[in-house]
């Protein structure tokens, strides 16, 4: 998908907890020059996402009705989101991790530096310079 250039690019925020979602839309549209789309569980992130055109795609693993470690390998294996980067929050251990063949350097886990997960949204989303 081509970017037009002065387009702000667009993060799908996958998170299930009201003041988690709260926090992330406050400091996101504070630090950021970006667009938010939330998703409160796995299902209805796996029915939108794929149509949705999002640039980078914040996953939680704990969701209610699709968790998080089944949606990522659904998306990795969808054509429209395969190449999205995914950054996963978690609390969860490294053996469920493993299962989903994370890269490494995509991961946060909780509880976590909320000026980590800014830097680590601006290297993968880097701002068009005109």
Excluded at 10 to 38: Q, T
């Amino acid at each position: 998908m081509e970017e037009v250039p002065g387009t702000r690019k667009l993060i799908a925020v996958v998170e299930d907890d009201p003041l988690l979602s709260d926090l992330f839309y406050d400091m996101l549209e504070r630090c950021g020059n970006w667009r938010l789309h939330f998703f409160t569980d796995g299902q209805s992130a796996k029915d939108q996402l794929p149509s949705l055109g999002a640039d980078l795609i914040l996953l939680d693993i704990g969701l209610p009705n699709l968790d998080g470690v089944s949606l990522y390998k659904i998306l990795r294996g969808h054509s429209h989101t395969r190449d999205i980067p995914v950054v996963v929050i978690t609390g969860s251990h490294d053996w469920e991790l493993h299962r989903m063949g994370l890269q490494a350097g995509l991961l946060l886990r909780k509880p976590f530096n909320m000026q980590e997960l800014i830097d680590i949204l601006k290297a993968l989303l880097p701002e068009e310079v005109d």
